[in-house]
Structures are given as C-alpha cells and as structure tokens.
C-alpha cells in the first residue's frame, strides 16, 4: 500500500507541475517543476520521505529502463545528429565546462563560509 502511496504522490507531483509548466511561462519543462513542489513538499515536512521512499527507490532500482527510449531516439534520428555533431559535441564540451566551473565556485565559496563561520 505504501507503493501505491508513493506512486500517486509521485505522479501527483508530476501531474501538478505539469499543470503549472502551461500557466507559468518561466520556460521550464513540467518535470522540473514537479522535482520542485515535491522537493518543498518535504523540505516544508508537509510531505515525509517515507511516504515516497519505497516508490523512489523502484525508480532508481529501475533507472537504466527509463533510458531505453532515449536510445531508440538516438537509432531513429541518427542520420540527423550525424549531420550536426560537430555542434553536439561543442555544446556538449561546453556545459561540461560550465558544469565543472560553477561546481568547483560552489565548493570554493561554501568552504570559506564555513571557514568564517567556524572561528
């Protein structure tokens, strides 16, 4: 039953963020914004993670069938990522890159703040 639970929250919060990626025109697709109400869900403690942790840990148990579509995308439309992979792989290097940078000033800054708040 706490399968089931969790599922429908879940799929809830999916569902709403959904719902909200149409009102709300921020640009961001309704899955972010359904991580979103379910991270202040219980960040707030209005949701607990018992309540999703047996769902959530179906998903990830299950995590390498979720890329089964995005592999039969890249068979499907090979002939067109083969015509511009050369920007693919620019964009690609490139959010590495950011990626990589914003991670390493996130760290460098938390670490000072827990200098100065330290001592």
Do not use: W
């Amino acid at each position: 039953m706490k399968l089931i639970k969790g599922m429908v929250i879940l799929f809830g919060c999916l569902f709403a963020g959904d719902i909200l990626s149409h009102y709300v025109p921020v640009g961001l697709p309704g899955n972010i914004f359904g991580m979103i109400i379910l991270f202040v869900l219980l960040a707030s403690g209005a949701l607990k993670l018992d309540d999703v942790n047996e769902a959530g840990s179906l998903f990830l148990d299950n995590l390498v069938l979720l890329f089964v579509p995005l592999g039969v995308g890249i068979m499907r439309y090979f002939g067109l990522l083969s015509q511009q992979i050369l920007q693919l792989i620019v964009i690609g290097f490139a959010g590495y890159l950011i990626s990589f940078a914003l991670s390493g000033k996130v760290i460098d800054l938390l670490t000072k703040y827990k200098k100065n708040n330290a001592g």
